[in-house]
């Protein structure tokens, strides 16, 4: 069974701070890795996909792989209130369908004014 | 990303009845998905629904319970058969686009109560 790890949270930090949020899955062969958004009560919004080793910025987004260590991570900096949120983390297997994806079961962030 | 709708948006559902869900896209996708996520919990994939061909279900899900239509490459439904208070859950649909990526954009998603 592949799984994907998360901490539940809640992660509370300060209006202005950088949020940390991170991920660990078991599938040693996944390729491909996207941070989801999920408001209560309203549906996954895609914020970010990473496919390669390294950094990707997006705004005030980093999406971070590291294939080697099965670990990627979600950065928000300047946060806001508007980020409160929960943050799934989303890996497709290796081999067959890419589209396949197996959800964390996310990490509950709160930014407080 | 493509504008994704579903009907209905929740009911509250009989125990034993069915309720068929339909996920409308505003572009033509090559892969649509549906998904369940039960109350505190993440996504699970139930199947994917193939244009032209039966579904292809993940394991736990079978078609007799939840049997899939998709008649063109933009709509596609679900049918929660039989239900029990376990079915209550959020079901999603979900597309990914044709733009070489695998990156897949979620609809508003149908929440269902069964009594």
Redo the contacts between chains.
């Keep these: 069974q592949k799984e994907v790890e998360q901490n539940s949270g809640p992660l509370s930090v300060p209006e202005g701070a950088i949020a940390s949020l991170n991920c660990t899955y078991s599938d040693r062969g996944s390729q491909?890795f996207?941070w989801?958004r999920q408001y209560s009560g309203?549906?996954?919004?895609?914020i970010m996909?990473i496919y390669s080793n390294g950094d990707k910025e997006d705004g005030r987004f980093t999406a971070q792989l590291n294939k080697a260590s099965q670990y990627v991570s979600l950065l928000i900096r300047d946060s806001q209130p508007s980020d409160s949120a929960t943050y799934?983390c989303?890996v497709?297997p290796s081999g067959g369908?890419?589209?396949?994806?197996?959800?964390?079961?996310?990490t509950l962030l709160t930014v407080n004014p | 990303s493509a504008v994704i709708s579903q009907k209905p948006s929740r009911d509250i559902c009989q125990r034993g009845t069915s309720l068929t869900i339909q996920c409308q896209v505003d572009s033509q996708v090559t892969m649509m998905f549906w998904y369940r996520q039960q109350p505190g919990q993440s996504l699970t994939l139930i199947a994917t629904a193939n244009q032209g061909s039966e579904a292809t279900y993940e394991s736990g899900f079978v078609i007799d319970k939840f049997p899939i239509s998709r008649p063109n490459l933009t709509f596609s439904t679900l049918t929660v058969s039989n239900m029990s208070p376990e079915d209550s859950s959020i079901y999603l649909c979900s597309v990914a686009m044709d733009r070489g990526t695998d990156e897949q954009y979620f609809g508003p998603g149908t929440r269902l109560t069964v009594t």
Excluded at chain 1, 97 to 106: A, D, E, M, P
């Design positions: 491909s996207f989801y309203k549906s996954p919004e895609l996909s799934l989303a497709t369908s890419n589209y396949k994806l197996t959800f964390g079961k996310g």
